[in-house]
């Protein structure tokens, strides 16, 4: 393997490291004992071997084989790294054998000199400069912020950095070339603006590049290097740590732009977490800094399922939360562009409580006039914080409320609606000091995911049908519920373009965040794999691309403006729908 964590975690078996200080019972498809991590009077520690992971389901710490040496034995990943390495009797490179004071020297100076050529070719390529000028990046902006350019090439960067003396084994170790099947290194990064990204000591560790055509991925960012782990990292600290330092408040956005609009508008506590979603580790960092973080992010439906998540993350971890509510269409960078400094600073400072920002989300998205609006209304009322704060919000909908026109007697039905939605779904348990994860319990993610939904991700996971499970589990479209999008997405940004060989203990770790690959684990062992067949995956695919099907309906019917116009849209997608009676082959089903 090419990663010696990969070949550490093949060798190990975590029941054995584990078992090797916990006593552990044979319990279905995992293991069970007292957990070492706080005073267990019954056994809610849980190990899989399949999966090579332990959970606790009483105090909530989790994680792997190396998690497990850095907990018990209170030492950073190297050391760990190194200590599972002697124990598996693999024989580390030198990047992974701990980074000495020359090496590191070494790797910054590479890092520079990458960081100097990039400077060094933005102004000689006028289409990057047209697309910074288009941003509104002055070269004041482009010199406090670092920025350039990679060239289009693919041999510029290396040629210089072999012309300088570095290694390009090493870097490589630091993301900024790559090596072709005959062994040749090439460029990293081609055709891209390029955002240095520094840590909170003022370190430069890593960089991203933005594409500036329209093809994918838009974003390419270092990925875990001898200096950088990006779950520990926050875009913009270097920046933003004396205004954090002052106001205590930093306000997290999205992406590298909307970090230095924000800064731009004079809000300087902005930074941004690096990837798709946040990280446990960059909210702990949060945590250190400041005591409330305002969420500015994107007004469409992926930002607000983003900001749903961070802000229940960092409230997690006892920070105070307020979301901002842009306007429609707009992010911070767009946002300062179209209306000034003054919107974005006013957008900060109206940012709403986690619950009063889901409740105006809903509001944008559907009007109490719509059928579907108050099943979602119930559901976010049941997590009023407070009894105040659902008698404000119930009074406030009572007027609109369905078939009764008594003010009095419309909020008591919508308080009783509120009160059977909490008695049907089981709240979870509240989190202790060391739960920090911002997603729903797994089990509570589970739960959400419908039975065919369940059945592709276990086909998935299944190396029998691996390979039929991941002709689906690529399209998260295909997904309805916010549980079974969250995962595919992952799997797919994990593994794509093919999907991963061997145990899910060998690949689980590539699944971002963490708590999907307990969710993964879950899913595991629920039993499933035992009915698995051709003809269980097939049916599964058919409810979901009917389900798919039906939902396009759902929407262009409301967009439609006539009967005639909605008779026709439904003849249309009716014709998508797949035929249950005539089942091709699983490869043609999609």
């Known amino acids: 393997m090419s990663d010696e964590r990969d070949e550490i975690r093949a060798r190990i078996d975590i029941v054995e490291l584990v078992g090797a200080s916990v006593r552990l019972d ?39 084989i190396f998690t497990w040496v850095m907990k018990t034995q209170n030492v950073e990943f190297p050391e760990a790294l190194r200590f599972l390495a002697k124990m598996a009797g693999v024989t580390l490179s030198d990047r992974n054998r701990g980074i000495d004071t020359s090496s590191r020297e070494l790797y910054e100076a590479a890092m520079s000199e990458a960081q100097s050529f990039f400077r060094e070719q933005l102004p000689q390529s006028e289409v990057a400069t047209a697309y910074c000028t288009r941003r509104g990046l002055t070269s004041e902006v482009l010199t406090e912020w670092g920025i350039g350019y990679a060239p289009e090439g693919g041999q510029a960067l290396t040629a210089r950095l072999k012309r300088k003396g570095f290694s390009l084994a090493d ?21 891209r ?33 001898p200096l950088y782990r990006k779950s520990r990292v926050l875009y913009g600290m270097n920046h933003a740590k004396k205004h954090l330092q002052k106001s205590r408040r930093a306000v997290l956005v999205e992406g590298y732009l909307d970090v230095i609009a924000c800064h731009r508008a004079g809000v300087g506590s902005a930074l941004a977490s690096l990837g798709t979603m946040m990280s446990d580790e960059q909210a702990k960092l949060l945590k250190r800094w400041v005591d409330e973080v305002v969420v500015l992010y994107d007004s469409d439906s992926a930002g607000q399922k983003a900001a749903d998540r961070a802000s229940s993350m960092l409230v997690a971890e006892g920070l105070k939360v307020r979301v901002a509510l842009m306007p ?24 709403l409580s986690p619950f009063e920002y889901r409740l105006q989300a809903l ?113 998260p479209e295909l997904f309805s519920s916010d549980a079974a999008v969250q995962l595919a997405t992952a799997m797919k ?81 009716k014709e998508k729908k797949p035929d249950k009676h005539k089942k091709p082959p699983i490869d043609g089903l999609f």
Not at 39 to 57: L, N
Not at 196 to 219: H, M
Not at 384 to 401: G, V
């Open 26 to 64: 044979k319990k279905g498809k995992s293991y069970s004992g007292l957990c070492p991590f706080h005073a267990d009077k019954k056994p809610s520690f849980h190990v899989t071997q399949e999966t090579g992971r332990y959970i606790c389901w009483s105090c909530g710490e989790k994680g792997d």
């Open 171 to 191: 870097c490589k170790s630091l993301f900024l070339v790559d090596q072709d099947a005959g062994g040749g290194f090439y460029d990293k990064f081609r055709g």
């Open 193 to 225: 603006i390029m955002f240095p990204i520094w840590n909170e000591k003022g370190e430069l560790v890593a960089f991203g590049g933005r594409v500036l055509g329209a093809s994918d991925p838009k974003y390419i960012n270092s990925s875990d290097t």
């Open 328 to 351: 429609e269409g707009l992010d911070p960078d767009t946002l300062l562009a179209t209306l000034g400094p003054a919107a974005v600073q006013e957008a900060v400072e109206k940012g």
């Open 363 to 475: 509001d944008r998205k559907l009007t109490p006039a719509e059928e579907d609006y108050w099943p979602q209304a119930v559901a976010i009322l049941s997590e009023a914080p407070s009894a105040l704060e659902l008698e404000k919000h119930t009074f406030r909908l009572a007027n609109q409320y369905p078939g009764i026109r008594d003010v009095v007697r419309a909020q008591k039905a919508l308080v009783q609606d509120v009160n059977r939605f909490r008695a049907n779904h089981v709240a979870p348990k509240p989190r202790t000091e060391q739960q920090s994860s911002g997603t729903l319990p797994r089990a509570s993610l589970k739960r959400k995911m419908t039975a065919p939904e369940i059945i592709l991700f276990r086909a998935f996971v299944d190396e029998t049908y691996r390979s039929k499970g991941w002709l689906f589990v690529a399209h």
């Open 493 to 573: 940004l994990a593994f794509s373009p093919e999907p991963p060989g061997g145990p899910p203990s060998q690949w689980i770790h590539r699944i971002e965040p963490e708590d999907l690959q307990s969710l993964v684990e879950d899913i595991l062992n629920d039993g499933r794999g035992d009915l698995l067949s051709e003809e269980l995956i097939s049916d599964a695919v058919l409810k979901l691309k009917d389900l798919m099907v039906q939902r396009d309906i759902d929407v262009a019917m409301k967009a439609a403006d006539s009967a005639s116009d909605r008779l026709k849209i439904l003849n249309q997608l």
